[in-house]
């Protein structure tokens, strides 16, 4: 997009020849043995495939498995490994590879970030440790019960342990006959081995420690009573195994499970965290606490504006800024720009400095929904002003008449790279308006949501170009 005909001209021929176009389609499926069952459905324990080495990736390919890594990591509570995501990166690409064949929809399980030699030597050593956990005097009660658990710490990472299997032999009955009773099997969570009293008291630290670490949500410590409310509770229905066989169903009912609700103040912290986890890899951002915990309140106060409003605006790259911050970034940029101005090209348009106390110049954290080309800001809707998408760069604040006046050109046909080299890059229409026409601001946006989305520099330079091609 930044590139004038010439320079594109340049670049094209090594592609034409096989028909490229500005859109990177898919990579093809190569073709590869039967995929194995580390590619099942979420909850599902399974072996991954055999290495055959990583597929060619590009660029892009490559931040969006960073970005399902790192959500995979919150999902299963691992903790980011470079040497692990070279090998989830090659079981991704194999799984991707497989639901593009099948039309499937499979995810890589807690097992995804192993080889195959890795996930068959752990599988060996849980088969071991249940045969010699199960003794001949178990009864088949005592003997499944001990199977169930085997694969529960398994899960889990956990060791086995006598006194701990006491307590979550207790627990899965009761989990068992609630199950029977409701007729959904829900499964034991990470806290299946404590007694109520050690869940208990475990809750209340984690609770005291939330109050003491985030006194400004005082609503922090509801989604924790709701996700981990008694150790049998399972977080969420998983589609356990319906031949397994249940125990009696006991004349006092397990306690009805709790249903999280959807509210932002109610979101757990596991889900927001996931949510940073993706921010930080959207905007090549370090995962910092100090910032998550303005993240936390930025992504709370967002999402409860789109529940209200029932909009989908996410944050920005700004979204780990207080509102402090961003005001004293915005200054410093508009005082760098005005020092700057007086030596930029005459076709370079230059902003007026912003009245900060002026409403209109009013920005937030919070850009649009979440697309390729952020949209533009409309000039009818005056609430909408609250949740503009932040720039770094100085931005022309115009009134609604001035913003009305603006002659926004039709929809155009964007041809890069798909033709004959008679062809010219970008395909126009004869009522294109000139470059001082379109509001400088809103191409700034354009160029400022380019440069995030392929990694780009801003540069003052390319940008005239860009302005060119984006106008016409």
């Not at 064949?101 to 030597?121: I, K, V, W, Y």
């Not at 006491?166 to 007729?183: C, I, L, M």
């Not at 002659?407 to 470059?435: C, K, R």
Request: charged fraction near 25%; aromatic fraction near 10%.
């Amino acid at each position: 997009g930044d590139m004038s005909q010439d320079e594109f001209t340049r670049v094209q021929p090594n592609d034409a020849a096989a028909g490229t176009s500005a859109v990177t389609p898919p990579a093809t499926a190569a073709s590869s043995s039967s995929v194995s069952s580390l590619y099942a459905a979420p909850s599902s324990s399974a072996s991954p495939p055999a290495s055959t080495g990583a597929s060619a990736t590009t660029t892009d390919d490559d931040l969006t498995i960073r970005s399902e890594y790192a959500n995979w990591c919150v999902k299963f509570n691992k903790v980011e490994d470079d040497a692990r995501f070279a090998q989830f990166k090659i079981n991704w690409t194999h799984q991707s590879e497989h639901n593009l064949r099948t039309g499937a929809s499979f995810q890589l399980n807690e097992f995804g970030d192993m080889s195959q030699d890795e996930f068959q030597h752990q599988l060996q050593g849980a088969k071991s440790s249940t045969a010699s956990f199960v003794t001949d005097d178990d009864t088949d009660e005592d003997a499944l019960i001990k199977g169930e658990y085997a694969d529960w710490y398994t899960r889990y990472s956990k060791l086995p342990d006598e006194h701990r299997f006491a307590h979550f032999k207790e627990n899965w009955k009761r989990q068992s006959e609630y199950n029977a009773q409701v007729g959904i099997n829900y499964l034991l969570n990470e806290f299946g081995d404590m007694s109520q009293e050690e869940f208990t008291s475990m809750k209340e630290e984690k609770e005291q420690d939330a109050s003491a670490s985030s006194s400004s949500d005082p609503d922090s410590t509801s989604a924790m009573s709701s996700l981990y409310s008694a150790p049998t509770a399972d977080k969420g229905p998983n589609m356990a195994d319906e031949s397994k066989p249940f125990a009696a169903v006991a004349s006092t009912p397990a306690p009805p499970l709790p249903v999280v609700s959807t509210a932002a103040k109610s979101a757990s912290d596991v889900t927001i965290r996931s949510e940073y986890s993706s921010w930080c890899a959207k905007y090549n951002k370090k995962s910092d606490e100090a910032r998550y915990v303005q993240f936390k309140q930025n992504w709370i106060c967002q999402n409860d504006y789109n529940i209200e409003n029932g909009t989908s605006f996410d944050l920005n790259e700004f979204g780990d800024m207080s509102p402090e911050d961003f005001t004293s970034m915005q200054q410093q940029e508009q005082a760098s720009s005005l020092n700057t101005s007086s030596t930029s090209d005459a076709t370079i348009e230059t902003s007026p400095t912003i009245d900060a106390s002026s409403s209109s110049s009013v920005e937030s954290l919070y850009a649009g929904p979440s697309s390729i080309v952020e949209p533009e800001a409309t000039s009818g809707s005056s609430s909408s002003s609250s949740v503009s998408s932040l720039y770094p760069a100085p931005t022309d604040t115009k009134s609604e008449t001035e913003v009305a006046d603006v002659v926004i050109p039709p929809p155009v046909d964007v041809d890069i790279g798909a033709g004959t080299d008679t062809d010219i890059a970008i395909t126009t229409d004869s009522s294109a308006v000139d470059s001082n026409v379109v509001d400088d601001a809103t191409v700034r946006s354009k160029y400022s949501s380019w440069c995030a989305t392929y990694g780009k520099r801003p540069d003052e330079d390319r940008f005239v170009k860009f302005k060119q091609n984006w106008i016409r």
